[in-house]
């Protein structure tokens, strides 16, 4: 398929930054019809990212299979907070950990430190264990508990996307999310807050003294998610990124 045809395709179909993503597809496809068949699923409005088999993260590709959420730029905003707090002897947990996109990059920029990360979703348990290095430990399960009792009261830096649409935003998505991403690692309940208040809730028995909590939030959600923490005892800063749109809470258990 020649190139003009695929963006000229790309662009009928919607596709804002036709000649980017023409590029990808022709450098990832190695035989005519495989290209056939991803420009056919990008048309039908699978995400890039599903259709390519990975996704672009903080210089790293991360392997993304279909069905599971796909990370999103913002997104590594939280990473980038995250690998700047841990220590080279740290424990780290990227909790609801998807793909493991930031798990992964905290595999990378701080190799020696010991790295969990959890889903509550097998397909997305499964795509993280291949993204991450096999020292890293992956569970399978709801927040915290397919974790070891070993980990409480150790883990220096707890990561976590956890979904803070909430429910009646759904329909007004893209349909890339709507439609080909699962609702729960969408849907954070009524006001959004409810998945990151189970995270925070629980947080304190895990963390270790002087520990961090990151939660990715929007600027809206931002003082609920920073009270949910102080009520548990943690001490909170709201940290904001306009190059990514971004915005984490960081919940510090004291020393």
């Keep these: 398929m020649p190139y003009a045809t695929i963006v000229t395709t790309l662009r009928a179909a919607g596709c804002v930054f036709a000649e980017d993503e023409a ?71 990227d909790l609801c950990c998807g793909a493991g996109a930031v798990a992964a990059v905290l595999a990378d920029r701080v190799p020696s430190a010991e790295l969990h990360a ?40 707890l990561v976590a996307n956890a979904p803070y649409v909430p429910t009646d935003a759904i329909p007004f998505l893209p349909s890339e999310a709507r439609d080909h991403e699962p609702h729960f690692t969408l849907d954070g309940g009524p006001d959004g807050l409810a998945v990151q208040r189970r995270v925070i809730a629980q947080a304190p028995r895990w963390l270790a003294p002087g520990g961090r909590l990151l939660i990715e939030t929007s600027t809206r959600q931002a003082v609920g998610t920073a009270a949910a923490m102080t009520a548990r005892g943690l001490t909170t800063d709201i940290r904001t990124s306009d190059d990514h749109d971004a915005t984490v809470v960081v919940g510090t258990l004291p020393a």
């Design 23 to 93: 590029d990808l597809l022709l450098a990832t496809a190695d035989t005519p019809a495989k290209l056939a068949a991803m420009v056919a699923r990008r048309v039908e409005g699978h995400p890039l990212e599903h259709v390519l088999g990975w996704a672009g993260f903080c210089g790293l590709r991360i392997t993304v299979t279909a069905g599971v959420f796909v990370p999103r730029r913002r997104t590594e905003f939280l990473a980038e907070q995250a690998a700047a707090l841990l220590r080279p002897e740290g424990v780290a947990l």
């Design 118 to 157: 959890a889903d509550l979703d097998a397909t997305a348990a499964d795509c993280a264990r291949g993204n991450l290095p096999a020292t890293a430990a992956v569970y399978r399960g709801d927040l915290y508990g397919p974790l070891p009792a070993t980990l409480r009261g150790r883990i220096s830096v």
